[in-house]
């Protein structure tokens, strides 16, 4: 059981620096990431936050995957609910500032993506499975036969249409994360010498199965 709390620790200290890091790239003010700005338009549109619109968001698009017959995991569970109130609590707190030029904003968006990229990192590591939005590329990949690479352009770039439409705010920064996204990540795993193919993600059926036996229970 140790094992299983650390594992669990591991994946929800991951979320909450995910969560940091989508904060930072938001008050950096200079434009955020292509699903923040779906969710910023979002939440301008149903009168709630971010974090909520993350939320809504996430379930929707687990109920779509499931639909799909894609697995989702404990892994994908917490980062739909955790991942959005962590989002909230470091907003509604004001913990993290607001830039107020373009050089600070740029700053605080390349810190943000290595910071996202560290929690990346500790929540895939932990192996419950893939954010929703993950399951959504893998459900596009497999049913339209595409490359992964091609369903992912294509989440993201409906997602930044979309977002744009119902009035989210995209900038130089969606650009930057966009294309810095990905260099953050390979930096940081190969720094940490983290290899993602490695990891058996468990799917939440699975995680409860085991779970029973660990604990003996009828």
Known sequence: ??????????????????????????????????????HQGLGSQLGITIGAANIVTAIVIVVFSVLMKEHVGFGTLS???????????LMRRGMIPEAHTYTTGVIMMI??????????????????????????????????RRPVGFC???????????????????????????FGIGFAVQIVFTLLRFDVKAVSHETFTETCARLKVSLRLP
Request: proline residues 2%; aromatic residues 14%; contains cysteine.
């Open 152 to 178: 992912r352009f294509l989440t993201e770039g409906t997602a930044l249409v979309c977002g744009w439409l119902l009035g989210g705010h995209a900038g130089i920064g969606t650009i930057i994360f966009a």
């Open 1 to 38: 059981m140790t094992r299983e709390l650390l594992r669990v620790i591991r994946l929800i200290w991951g979320l909450f620096l995910c969560a940091l890091g989508f904060v930072l790239t938001i008050n950096a003010n200079i434009g955020v990431s292509p699903w923040d700005v779906f």
């Open 79 to 89: 980062n739909m609910l955790l991942l959005g109130m962590f989002i909230d609590m």
């Open 111 to 144: 810190a943000g993506l290595f910071i996202l990229a560290l929690g990346t990192f500790f929540y895939i590591g932990a192996g419950y499975g893939s954010g929703p939005r993950d399951s959504l590329m893998v459900v596009l990949t497999r049913y339209l």
